[in-house]
């Protein structure tokens, strides 16, 4: 009798209990993201994105492996807004998690520092929200980056834009922070090169608080085009402020910030004119997979998606989804399909050229009405420029 008993207990936890083949049809996908710290309010854009095409994914029977469908899990630590943390994760994801894929983490300086750990392993990673030159001393091969704002195509772009609309002198204010500086770099020659004057251009703090000196400065200048090379936090402290002001310049540049949906919300009307870095719009005709992801992500989250990094984190999982279906999780097969194949995104074909997107042009967003629309270049642009 004992001995049925026992065989019996056996059989039911069994029976309960995921077998080892079970366990193994779910696919482990880790990833690291800054959801304290300085970067901290760029975070939701990502994670919203991630989190939309698991779950799209899943409901589609699974992700395609080469011809067979597993459901996957997303694993994730918050790294602090820390690059050094976000390399130490990755090491864990790969060593210790043994995740069969990664996303990537949020903004350049945590992309350039896991890029090291993706080598020493052989783990091939498909990027998203990293905008720097740097980008192209990485070692090709584990790391691609399907963005199109890199700060030598931005400042030739923008200038273009603004000398196409007339505009003959400018203010600049800019964070210390290195995306914003860089930009900076190539700016400048951009504008000087172009006979478009520069009455103002200061460096702020990542932390300030109050922007009053620099704008009252920036509209005593009183230049036909301002341009604010922010990140997110301080997008909104000068929009708050400039309104305080009446900082009425009639072009207006934020770098990062505006493509937020809080950024609409909170400013509503004010918010109208304001120029801003993105390469991708739901109205955008030529792109037929762009209109679905925005109204699936609006159905869960009730709001729009980051116009820029949460429509860079959805194609990062587009392309890596279509490489698997062909490749597998096998890491050369992987490496040599993204590296050599075209991918359809929301954002329209992408192809790598070592680890750079070729395809995708520089492009820039103006709110209008309440609505995102693209600008510049004319090739892809929604709408034409306005004046606030």
Known sequence: MLKKIAQGLALAAA???????????????????????????????????????AEQVNAAGGLNVAGVKHPIELVWYDDESDPVKSAQ???RL?????????????????????????EQHGFPMVGNTAGSVAIREVEPGNIWFPTAVLPDRIGPALVDML??????????????????????????????????????????????KDMTPLLTQMKSANADAVIALTYPSDAFLYTGQAKELGITTPYQFLLIGPTIA?????????????ITLG??????????????FFDAYVAKYNSAPDYLDSALA??????LQQAVAKAGLDHD?????????????????????????????????????????LVWPKSIATADLIKR
């Not at 366990?23 to 959801?35: E, V």
């Not at 900076?184 to 703090?205: D, H, T």
């Not at 992408?350 to 967003?365: M, Y």
């Open 333 to 373: 097969k992987l490496r040599e399909v993204i590296s050599n194949d075209t991918f359809d995104t929301i954002n329209g074909p992408v192809k790598f050229k070592g680890v750079e997107n070729i395809i995708t042009p520089s492009a820039f967003l103006q709110i209008q009405k309440g609505d995102m629309e």
């Open 89 to 91: 994760i990755y090491e």
């Open 94 to 118: 790969i060593s210790d998690d043994k995740v069969d894929l990664l996303l990537a983490p949020w903004g350049t300086p945590h992309h350039l520092n896991i890029a090291g750990v993706l």
């Open 314 to 319: 959805y194609m990062s999982c587009e392309i």
């Open 279 to 292: 390469h991708w719009s739901p109205k955008q005709k030529d792109w037929p997979r762009a209109q679905p």
């Open 163 to 208: 000398a196409a609309n007339g505009v003959k002198s400018v203010s600049i204010i800019a964070n210390v922070l290195p995306f914003s500086q860089e930009n900076l770099q190539f700016l400048v020659p951009a504008l000087e090169a172009a006979n478009i004057e520069i009455k103002m251009n200061e460096s702020y703090p990542p932390d300030i």
């Open 262 to 274: 809080a950024y609409k919300d909170a400013f509503g009307p004010v918010a109208d004119g304001i």
């Open 15 to 53: 029976l309960s209990l995921p077998t080892a083949a079970q366990a193994a049809d779910t696919l482990k996908i880790g990833y690291s993201i800054a959801k304290t710290g300085l970067f901290s309010q760029a975070a939701p854009s990502q994670v919203n994105a991630y989190d939309l095409w």
